[in-house]
């Protein structure tokens, strides 16, 4: 029976995983929340703080997009490190690229 | 030869991919950021040009469409075809809703005068000149992400209508998700940094 149609190893690699609809519809709500929120602070003049509070709602907002609608909370350590070091380099480019532009 | 498809190895190439998109993205969000903390006043005056209302309506729409997504990607894996099909169908209509809102605004701008190399701009103040060249090319290049979603997404939605993609196979239908989702993702940073400057 090599080769058989079941492949315990194979079904492993792509598991049937799947978020219920409410799951779903409930971060649908949570995004729509966090876009009220960011609206609704940038009507209030904070300074330079206004730019750090949208960029750290947006990153909360984002999070919840990368966690759940792309399922990347229960993906295996291959994507997990491989998207921690995307956002790794991507963080060296942000802090070189200003580290330059302001000591010039 | 038959060889089992692989599944998980067709969503890593994927992610690769996007990870190149997160970089060319971030790519163009750094020179906003540079921009934005040497010309922060013009930034402020040239962000009170765009209509809120729009961007919000448009996040609205994005957000709804990778909601719809993400269902049609549940339905497949439970058998529910005719549920991923409507997904589907309502996240390729958020899209379109998208791209002719961004039509109307994009055409509202260049009536009065806001496109690149514009006399209005060339002859204002250097950093509203930068804020909307940023503006054009970062909406510019989100747009024609839209259309390659949208076209992924209407590829999908044949396949699964002619049973192509199924609830054992359907890496495609994955994969098209994760690109609406990036797309959605990109615009979730956009939004604030365009429309919400004050």
């Given at each position: 029976?090599?080769?058989?149609?079941?492949?315990?190893n194979?079904?492993?690699?792509?598991?049937?995983?799947?978020?219920?609809?409410?799951?779903?519809?409930?971060?649908?709500?949570?995004?729509?929340?966090?876009?009220?929120?960011?609206?609704?602070?940038?009507?209030?003049?904070l300074?330079r703080?206004?730019?750090?509070?949208?960029?750290?709602?947006?990153?909360?907002?984002g999070?919840?997009?990368?966690?759940?609608?792309?399922?990347?909370?229960?993906e295996?350590?291959?994507?997990?490190l491989?998207?921690l070091?995307t956002i790794?380099?991507?963080?060296i480019?942000?802090?070189f690229?200003?580290?330059?532009?302001?000591?010039? | 030869m038959?060889?089992?498809?692989d599944?998980?190895?067709?969503?890593?190439?994927?992610?690769?991919?996007?990870?190149?998109?997160i970089?060319?993205f971030?790519?163009l969000?750094?020179?906003?950021?540079v921009y934005f903390?040497?010309?922060a006043?013009?930034?402020?005056?040239?962000?009170?040009?765009?209509?809120?209302?729009?961007?919000?309506?448009?996040?609205?729409?994005?957000?709804?469409?990778?909601f719809?997504?993400?269902?049609?990607?549940?339905?497949?894996?439970?058998k529910?075809?005719?549920?991923?099909?409507?997904?589907?169908?309502a996240?390729?209509?958020?899209?379109?809703?998208?791209?002719v809102?961004?039509?109307?605004?994009?055409?509202?701008?260049?009536?009065?005068?806001?496109?690149?190399?514009?006399?209005k701009?060339?002859?204002?103040?250097?950093?509203?000149?930068m804020?909307?060249?940023?503006?054009?090319?970062i909406?510019g290049?989100h747009?024609?992400?839209?259309?390659?979603?949208?076209?992924?997404?209407i590829v999908?939605l044949?396949?699964?209508?002619?049973?192509?993609?199924?609830?054992?196979?359907?890496?495609?239908?994955?994969?098209?998700?994760l690109?609406?989702?990036?797309?959605?993702?990109?615009?979730?940073?956009?939004?604030?940094l365009?429309?919400?400057?004050?």
């Open positions: 029976m090599k080769g058989g149609s079941k492949r315990p194979m079904e492993k690699s792509h598991q049937l995983h799947f978020l219920e609809y409410r799951t779903l519809f409930f971060i649908f709500l949570l995004l729509l929340m966090f876009t009220g929120i960011t609206v609704g602070v940038s009507y209030i003049d300074g703080l206004n730019v750090w509070v949208s960029l750290l709602i947006a990153s909360i907002k999070s919840l997009v990368l966690l759940f609608f792309m399922h990347m909370k229960y295996g350590r291959t994507l997990i491989s998207f070091g790794f380099f991507l963080f480019m942000i802090s690229t200003f580290w330059d532009v302001s000591f010039r | 038959h060889s089992q498809p599944e998980s190895g067709k969503k890593l190439g994927m992610w690769l991919f996007l990870y190149t998109e970089i060319l971030g790519g969000f750094v020179l906003y950021a903390s040497t010309y006043h013009d930034f402020k005056e040239a962000g009170k040009e765009l209509n809120r209302l729009l961007g919000l309506l448009n996040t609205v729409i994005l957000l709804f469409s990778s719809a997504v993400a269902a049609a990607v549940t339905a497949i894996q439970k529910e075809k005719k549920t991923a099909l409507a997904g589907l169908a996240a390729i209509l958020c899209g379109l809703i998208f791209l809102n961004k039509y109307f605004e994009w055409g509202h701008k260049i009536e009065g005068g806001i496109y690149p190399n514009s006399e701009l060339v002859s204002g103040p250097h950093g509203q000149n804020f909307f060249g940023l503006y054009y090319v909406t290049l747009g024609i992400h839209i259309i390659i979603g949208m076209t992924l997404l999908s044949i396949f699964v209508q002619r049973g192509k993609i199924t609830f054992e196979r359907f890496a495609l239908l994955e994969n098209s998700g690109y609406w989702h990036l797309v959605d993702l990109i615009w979730i940073f956009i939004f604030p365009f429309y919400l400057i004050i």
